[in-house]
């Protein structure tokens, strides 16, 4: 069954660094996301794109955020200069159109 | 606005019974999809069920039904049989044309403790 995939599964970076999460969707799916988990907290919208660029956005994803898809497979997140509130679980998702959605197994990311 | 209520923190039930795991929603749209998703300790994010609010019949897959009740919004997961394995977070998600389908909305969550 295809499934989305995310690499890492955990990633340990220092405060400052920057970070890049990859994730494979479906291959056929159109619609892509990102979420993030706190510990302990909600699953919180990061970001969606469609059609090669970005199609909505939350507050959390400021100037410190990108998104790309640098080829036909890839779906990636950029986090620049990261912050120790950063640490997170960092969840892809994708879809061939609404409303389903399909989510990666994540990436934890800590940042010390 | 699109919201999920869990109203269950965190839940109970003894291994081989079944136990019903509590969603309302609220929404404007005649369209929308609800999902349950797992959560183990692990963290990852596992796809249980998914319910279309056109669809006529309660979604199953396996020991997960999903108990649509579209008139009182809610969308409860009952999970039968429950096994020790089933020990997770479990949050209900819907995503809908008010949001534009650009995302899913997640519920705050409900802990899920499997007692041998």
């Known amino acids: 069954e295809p499934e989305v995939t995310q690499t890492p599964s955990h990633q340990v970076t220092q405060m400052g660094q920057e970070v890049i999460l990859r994730c494979v969707p479906i291959?056929?799916?159109?619609?892509f996301y990102w979420y993030r988990q706190i510990l302990g907290q909600k699953v919180e919208f990061l970001v969606s794109?469609?059609?090669?660029?970005?199609?909505?956005k939350s507050e959390i994803f400021d100037d410190q955020f990108s998104v790309e898809r640098p080829d036909g497979s890839n779906f990636t997140l950029k986090i620049r200069s990261t912050k120790l509130e950063d640490s997170a679980m960092y969840f892809c998702?994708?879809?061939?159109?609404?409303?389903?959605?399909?989510f990666g197994q994540g990436t934890r990311l800590t940042v010390v | 606005a699109q919201k999920i209520t869990q109203t269950q923190p965190g839940m109970f039930v003894q291994e081989k019974e079944a136990v019903t795991l509590d969603c309302t929603y609220d929404?404007?749209?005649?369209?929308?999809?609800l999902f349950w998703y797992k959560q183990p300790s692990s963290g990852e994010m596992i796809f249980l069920i998914y319910?279309?609010?056109?669809?006529?019949q309660n979604a199953t897959e396996g020991r997960y039904s999903l108990n649509f009740q579209k008139a009182r919004k809610s969308a409860n997961l009952v999970i039968s049989a429950s096994q020790l394995g089933d020990s997770a977070m479990y949050f209900c998600?819907?995503?809908?044309?008010?949001?534009?389908?650009?995302?899913?909305?997640f519920g705050p969550g409900t802990s899920l403790s499997v007692i041998p």
């Open positions: 998702a994708s879809s061939e159109g609404p409303p389903e959605a399909f």
């Open positions: 291959s056929n799916h159109l619609y």
């Open positions: 794109f469609y059609n090669n660029e970005i199609s909505e």
């Open positions: 929404t404007s749209d005649q369209s929308y999809g």
């Open positions: 319910q279309g609010s056109y669809d006529e």
């Open positions: 998600a819907m995503r809908g044309r008010e949001t534009s389908y650009d995302k899913v909305i």
